[in-house]
């Protein structure tokens, strides 16, 4: 029988997303090799400034996305959600009073399923932050419930 001594692993995760689970491999015994196949960056902020705007939500999608958000621009906002746990945590990390009853579930569909269950979209304006080549369900879900997004 195999052991994880036995293991050899390729961890393609960003550099600064990786470095936890290849610790915890190789405190296992496992021979590692963490190659990552993407780099996260900040998007460039051209045209980004909503610091004299007001939205009824702000959304992040990612922990990387709140990780980058150019926080002297962000705008006034009455709510704030996080997809997924660990977007959750990294909101709290930075001070984000998040909204108090989070969509169960990880992804755009359950977020989506709760802001409909909910009456949350309607007539709503909303700030998506999200990486780009992020998934387009969210947004055009948001816009088929009837929320006015940027």
Same mark, same amino acid.
């Given at each position: 029988?195999?052991?994880?001594?036995?293991?050899?692993?390729?961890?393609?995760?960003?550099?600064? +997303?990786?470095?936890?689970?290849?610790?915890?491999?190789? +405190?296992?015994?496992?021979?590692?090799?963490?190659?990552?196949?993407?780099?996260?960056?900040?998007?460039?902020?051209?045209?980004?400034?909503?610091?004299?705007?007001?939205?009824?939500?702000?959304?992040?999608?990612?922990?990387?996305?709140?990780?980058?958000?150019?926080?002297?621009?962000?705008?006034?906002?009455?709510?704030?959600?996080?997809?997924?746990?660990? %977007?959750?945590?990294?909101?709290?990390?930075?001070?984000?009073?998040?909204?108090?009853?989070?969509?169960?579930? %990880?992804?755009?569909?359950?977020?989506?399923?709760?802001?409909?269950?909910?009456?949350?979209? +309607?007539?709503?304006?909303?700030?998506?932050?999200?990486?780009?080549?992020?998934?387009?369900?969210?947004?055009?879900?948001?816009?088929?419930?009837?929320?006015?997004?940027?």
């Amino acid at each position: 029988m195999k052991t994880i001594l036995d293991w050899h692993v390729l961890v393609t995760r960003p550099l600064h +997303q990786g470095k936890g689970l290849v610790k915890m491999l190789l +405190q296992a015994g496992a021979q590692v090799y963490h190659v990552p196949t993407i780099e996260i960056l900040a998007l460039k902020l051209n045209d980004w400034d909503y610091s004299d705007k007001s939205f009824d939500w702000i959304i992040w999608t990612s922990a990387n996305a709140v990780a980058f958000t150019p926080w002297k621009l962000l705008p006034n906002y009455k709510h704030a959600l996080a997809i997924g746990p660990a %977007t959750a945590r990294v909101c709290r990390e930075h001070e984000v009073s998040l909204f108090r009853d989070l969509p169960k579930g %990880t992804d755009s569909e359950s977020c989506l399923k709760w802001m409909s269950d909910h009456g949350l979209c +309607q007539n709503k304006s909303i700030l998506l932050i999200k990486g780009e080549g992020c998934r387009h369900l969210l947004k055009e879900g948001i816009e088929h419930l009837g929320g006015s997004l940027e």
